[in-house]
């Protein structure tokens, strides 16, 4: 865990040196890869002894980590404030963990109707089938609304900010507020945010990364991390997850590891192209609307620059409402330097199709045009904006 002082140096600062304290690597930079299932006891008492220390960085088995994912764990906690964090193979399951730890049946969990696809089919299947009904609310509620939202039974509140795809940035402080106020916990995927909302200084429980993302950084692994802030919350989650066999891979630890020493230029250059990007893209007269939060036509964009300190590069385009989904395609299919594909926060830019593939059911899906997810990579910017140009021609 960093030290305080070490708190106030700059993001790329800490991301340089994060996980690289108290691992033994003969002088060499970086941590090794710690491959492992078998570990050895040094003597049979220590075998006895070790089930009270399973919460505690001792060793016993691969299952419940080693070096390589403590190293990543520490540069987590480094990012997103918290106390301690518990590494897992996906950002899926670092979503269901959680949930499925704080819910039982009988219970009622509340998630947002703009939450990550996987996450309101889990809630809609899995979920559903072991007792746990799921109310999905419109993100933009007020601190009133949710709190008329929370039933006796509620003991979850789940946030995602900005929403999937559509991109609404919540209230998470008053969010949290209503929560707390009825004795739930209040869950985050923070996947967007990454460090720019620190979501234990607004109020959440538990933060959710999918690592896959800007983390990983290189569209090579797949990772998930579950941040807490208190160490009750830590040992339910980690209790959770060690009885699924939840486990992430120590390579993939140590790629994610390897992503983090770039990650805040990566950030700032591709948010920045980003903007310059979607400030195009609303000049143009096939787009109706861009759905990114650091633009200042973002209807929540006061709240994004009241709680985060910057963005990213994933955003949302609504083409004019004189083309249809296969308008769309054309315009998709045309371009050179955007790949087709899911996933994000890699070097390279990505336009997916969105309307069509995603469920709202407390708001419409109808968002008045054919909607694409763009994620800009770090190409030149000059290059992707000319071949978003030439695609858009298409269409006339
Ligand atoms: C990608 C993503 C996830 C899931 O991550 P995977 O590693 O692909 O399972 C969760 N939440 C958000 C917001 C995501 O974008």
Known sequence: MPEDNEKKLG????????????????????????????VLYPDAEARRDSGSKRFERYMTYGTQGGPTHYALEDVIVDIEGGTRCIIVGTGLAAVTVPLTAFLKNGDH???????????????TTLMKDWGI???FYDPCVDEAGMAALIQPNTKVVYLESPGSHTFEIQDVPALARAAHARGCKVLMDNTWGIHNFQPFEHGVDVSIQAL??????????????ITTNSEEDYRTIRAASSSMGHYASPDDCWLALRGVRTM????????????????????QPQVKRVLHPSLPS?????????????????FGV?????????????????????????????FESLALPTSGFITRTAGSEDLGGPMLRVHIGLEDVNDLIADLAQGLRVLN
């Open 11 to 38: 993001f790329a600062t800490r991301m340089g040196h994060g996980g690289r304290a108290g691992v033994k690597v003969h002088g060499f930079v970086n941590p090794g890869v710690h491959r492992g299932s078998t």
């Open 109 to 123: 969990c509340l998630l947002p109707d703009s939450c990550y696809g996987p996450a309101r089919t889990f809630a």
């Open 133 to 135: 009904e799921t109310t």
């Open 212 to 225: 896959t993302k800007y983390v990983g950084g290189h569209s090579d692994i797949l990772l998930g991390s």
């Open 264 to 283: 805040a230029m990566r950030l700032k250059a591709q948010e920045a192209a980003s903007i310059e990007v979607a400030q195009w893209l609303e000049q």
């Open 298 to 314: 973002h209807p929540q964009h006061a709240l994004f620059k009241r709680d985060f300190t910057g963005g990213c590069s994933l």
């Open 318 to 346: 609504i083409l004019d409402q004189r083309y249809d989904q296969s308008d769309m395609f054309r315009f998709v299919n045309a371009l050179q330097h955007y790949g087709i594909g899911a996933s994000w926060g890699g």
